[in-house]
């Protein structure tokens, strides 16, 4: 059973920073992109970030030069560091796996994800 675990959200202050966690079990983590997502109330799904198993990446435009993802598969972990945080960046963050192993480039579209976490309040405060 695949599972993965987010943790790191919480509440900030505009310009401040932040680093989310995604801990992934029941696959080998190294071979899958993973992604993160973003939910806002009364918005859609929305891609922040992604980073394939050999560790390209790409960014949702909103979030290009403030936000940085990175893996350690050591830890079968994910991580989002935020930075210059904003008040539109409140929101509920997931991670997602990919479905399909060593894909070069990671997608940006939430169908390709086939695991999801429990999803990570973050609050950014003006």
């Known amino acids: 059973q695949v599972q993965l675990v987010e943790s790191g959200g919480g509440l900030v202050q505009a310009g401040g920073s932040l680093r989310l966690s995604c801990t992934v079990s029941g696959r080998t983590f190294s071979a899958y992109a993973m992604g993160w997502f973003r939910q806002a109330p009364g918005k859609e799904r929305e891609f922040v970030a992604a980073i394939s198993w050999n560790t390209n990446t790409v960014y949702g435009d909103s979030v290009k030069g403030r936000f940085t993802v990175s893996r350690d598969n050591a830890k079968d972990t994910v991580y989002l560091q935020m930075n210059s945080l904003k008040p539109e960046d409140t929101a509920v963050y997931y991670c997602?796996?990919?479905?399909?192993?060593?894909?070069?480039?990671?997608?940006?579209?939430?169908?390709?994800?086939?695991?999801w976490g429990q999803g990570t309040q973050v609050t950014v405060s003006s």
């Open positions: 997602a796996a990919e479905g399909r192993p060593y894909s070069n480039y990671p997608r940006t579209g939430p169908l390709a994800y086939d695991y």
